[in-house]
Structures are given as structure tokens and as C-alpha cells.
């Protein structure tokens, strides 16, 4: 089966950029969507389809795709986007839908 | 607005069959290219996806829990039930349902989760 491989923890300073990457073999030969949840709370899509974001996603958040990874940039981050992070795709070739392992996102 | 909201038990025992609901508004599940997934999170760890089934009727199980999973809808109560046979403690977990569209395959509004425990 597909496996998404995401580095536990990133930590960053506010105001600076934050990069959480995401693993696959091919991946970006895929569509990668991006899911930010905070403590308690359900998940929320913030980026889909590599670099999209959904209506109400500030355009800090962005997205890029090539090779064996995809990635999640944070731009001046504030201590808000404290939060856990997933990546998705849907396998084409098994016809399923894989999350990543998720990363911790801690603004210092 | 698309809502979902999560319903079940929040305790079962080992081997004990769970029926969780996901009731909706917002949109049609007969609606060409509409579909609604579990997605289901242990406390402390990751997503995993369960399952998801399609405007048509078309399911699709995470490989490996397949065996143990039936995903089905109704149209008409707006509702999506998930079963999950031999529950075992390792199947505590927060579970979700959220709305998805067959073009992007994403989950793009998600319910607020309902915990289950599992233990006798």
C-alpha cells in the first residue's frame, strides 16, 4: 500500500517560514491535500490539489508538488498555526485514500 | 453550509459490533459526484482513512480493515452509517465523517468527531 512519510515535529519562530514536507514514491505524479488541526478540534483542509486552498485559507498557506515530495509552506507564521499537519492523496491504482503520518508544528 | 455530525455509542466491549451514523446537511448524496469518508484517529497518533462511499452507491475500505467494515447510505435521512465488526481495544479512537467530491478527492468539510472506547 502508498505510504506518506511526514518529519514528526518542525518547530519555527514566529514570523518566519515553515516547511513540512511529504513523502511518496511518485508523489507528484498525485494530487496532495494539506490538513491543519489544532488541539480538540476536528481537521481542516487548507490546501487541496497541490496549491489550491479552499475559500477563507489565508494566502500564507501554500503548496508545491515534484518528484518524491510534496510540500506545505507556511508563511509568517503566527502562533495560531500551531497545530498538527497532514498531508493526502487518493491512489489511484488501489483506489484508496492515504494520510500522512503527521507533523507537529510548534511556534517558539 | 455543509454540516456533518458524528453519532454512536462512546463505549463498546471487545468483540461487540459499532454502528456509528454521520448525519448531514448541506448537499445531496445523490448528487453526481458527491461521497462521504470515515476517517477515524487513535488518541495521540494519526489519520486513518476507513472508508467512503460514492452518489452511486460505489465503496471503497481501507485494505486493512475491509474485512471488518460496511459502509452504506441513506438518501433519504440524509444519513451515512459505518459498522465495524470485533471491536478491539486498539480501535479507541476519535471518529469522523467528512463530506468529499470525486474531482478533487479531498475531504473538504469534516464533522466534529464523536470518541469511542472500547473496553470491557
Known amino acids: 500500500s502508498y505510504v506518506l512519510t511526514q518529519p514528526p515535529s518542525v518547530s519555527v519562530a514566529p514570523g518566519q517560514s515553515a516547511r513540512i514536507t511529504c513523502g511518496g514514491n511518485?508523489?507528484?505524479?498525485?494530487?496532495v491535500h494539506w490538513y491543519q488541526q489544532k488541539p480538540g478540534q476536528a481537521p481542516v483542509l487548507v490546501v487541496y490539489?497541490?496549491?489550491d486552498r479552499p475559500s477563507g485559507i489565508p494566502e500564507r498557506f501554500s503548496g508545491s508538488n515534484s518528484g518524491n515530495t510534496a510540500a506545505l509552506t507556511i508563511s509568517r507564521v503566527e502562533a495560531g498555526d500551531e497545530a498538527d499537519y497532514y498531508c493526502?492523496?487518493?491512489?489511484?491504482?488501489?483506489?484508496?485514500?492515504?494520510f500522512g503520518t503527521g507533523t507537529k508544528v510548534t511556534v517558539l | 453550509q455543509i454540516t456533518l455530525k458524528e453519532s454512536g455509542p462512546t463505549l463498546v466491549k471487545p468483540t461487540q459490533t459499532l454502528t456509528l451514523t454521520c448525519t448531514f446537511s448541506?448537499?445531496?448524496?445523490?448528487?453526481?459526484?458527491?461521497?462521504v469518508g470515515w476517517i477515524r484517529q487513535p488518541p495521540g497518533k494519526a489519520l486513518e482513512w476507513l472508508a467512503l462511499?460514492?452518489?452511486?452507491?460505489?465503496?471503497r475500505y481501507s485494505p486493512s480493515l475491509k474485512s471488518r467494515l460496511t459502509i452504506t447510505k441513506d438518501t433519504s435521512k440524509n444519513q451515512v452509517v459505518l459498522t465495524m465488526t470485533n471491536m478491539d481495544p486498539v480501535d479507541t479512537a476519535t471518529y469522523y465523517c467528512?463530506?468529499?467530491?470525486?474531482?478533487?478527492?479531498?475531504?473538504?468539510?469534516w464533522g466534529q468527531g464523536t470518541m469511542v472506547t472500547v473496553s470491557s
Open positions: 493526502q492523496v487518493w491512489d489511484s491504482s488501489s483506489d484508496h485514500y492515504v
Open positions: 448541506g448537499f445531496s448524496l445523490s448528487t453526481s459526484g458527491v461521497g
Open positions: 511518485n508523489i507528484g505524479s498525485k494530487n
Open positions: 467528512a463530506h468529499s467530491k470525486w474531482e478533487v478527492r479531498a475531504f473538504d468539510i
Open positions: 490539489d497541490d496549491s
Open positions: 462511499i460514492y452518489w452511486d452507491d460505489d465503496k
